[in-house]
């Protein structure tokens, strides 16, 4: 049998210390965590996508969410910010790109100047995420929530949101935040918002120009807005004032949406972390000349596959959660 198979050639192809396709033992090991790390990705925005069209009604609009960009306080910038994270992570991919080329030409100073880019679009990036998430979890509008669990927003007679701080009022009541010290069975709460539902219903009182709009989605993509006979009725059934999202509640629509959101962009985001803490180690072993006296530059171009996967991933996790 093994005659046979030696004459075959058999035993030079399975005899061991051979590459497959061509590629070392760690190119292969890192392919085979981008197909495994692949799949995790899709069962995540597979879950995600089931449960926005079985809440499609009542999801939260990406371009009413996301509508910051730095330095330009109260201008609605509707994913403006989201865009250019985008193309820095994809520039980040090309200067990337330019640094296993130059590995290959063992040009040592060239793969230092482009590694050294690829972790700046690294850091820009990852801050860029944590500045978005502070913006959606302190909010910017607020709004009420009823018994029945769906949400109030406020708009004025042209359909355009209005801030709680807009018109609510101030009313002498005392409110105490539940801590487990004083609360029944040692329970705790949150923070406290800065108004009440009694403030909010007040001043809602007080400006006969403000309407209710749900979180229902009608066929034209918009919010229902309700009159104003029925946004009184409506704001009768208030019980908590919602300001920002967290992993229970969320001013923007579905609970669920903020759950989905931290999840799978913060799962991205250590990604990127992650890949940032590896650029920057092969960055000072190419400093140090590590991979010039290796004559072999396939560190490089092992994380430079990963840092490909990372922004492949963020294409379909920007798609999916900000433009469809």
């Known amino acids: 049998m093994d005659t046979v198979a030696t004459e075959n050639g058999l035993g030079k192809t399975w005899g061991g210390g051979n590459e497959p396709m061509g590629a070392s033992y760690g190119k292969l090991m890192m392919w085979f965590f981008i197909v495994s ?13 089931f449960s926005r069209f079985k809440f499609i009604e009542t999801w939260p609009l990406a371009e009413e969410v996301f509508t910051h960009f730095p330095f330009m306080h109260g201008v609605s910038a509707p994913m403006y910010y989201v865009a250019f994270m985008t193309f820095i992570l ?5 200067t990337m790109v330019l640094a296993v080329d130059a590995g290959h030409q063992l040009k040592k100073d060239k793969v230092a100047i482009y590694l050294f880019l690829t972790i700046i679009g690294g850091l820009i990036f990852v801050g860029s995420q944590a500045w ?4 959606f979890i302190k909010g910017e509008y607020g709004a009420i929530e009823t018994k029945g669990g769906s949400l109030l927003q406020f708009v004025d007679k042209d359909g355009h949101r209005v801030a709680l701080a807009d018109f609510a009022t101030t009313l002498p009541e005392e409110r105490e935040q539940l801590t487990r010290s004083k609360g029944r069975w040692f329970m705790d709460e949150a923070t406290l918002p800065m108004y009440s539902v009694a403030e909010v219903q007040a001043g809602f009182k007080s400006h006969p120009d403000l309407l209710i709009r749900t979180e229902t989605i009608t066929a034209q993509k918009k919010k229902t807005i309700l009159s104003r006979k029925e946004s009184e009725l409506r704001l009768t059934q208030g019980i908590l004032v919602v300001e920002g999202a967290n992993l229970t509640r969320n001013e923007y629509g579905s609970k669920l949406f903020a759950d989905f959101f931290f999840f799978i962009t913060g799962f991205h985001g250590f990604h990127v972390f992650s890949g940032v803490i590896i650029n920057i180690i092969i960055f000072f072993n190419v400093l140090l000349g590590t991979y010039e006296k290796r004559k072999s530059y396939e560190m490089v171009e092992k994380v430079g596959l990963y840092w490909h996967f990372v922004d492949l991933v963020w294409v379909f996790v920007f798609t999916v959660f900000y433009l469809v």
């Open 37 to 49: 790390d692949a799949l995790t990705f899709s069962g995540f925005l597979a879950a995600y996508g």
């Open 90 to 94: 994809i520039f980040s991919s090309v």
């Open 132 to 135: 978005e998430w502070k913006n």
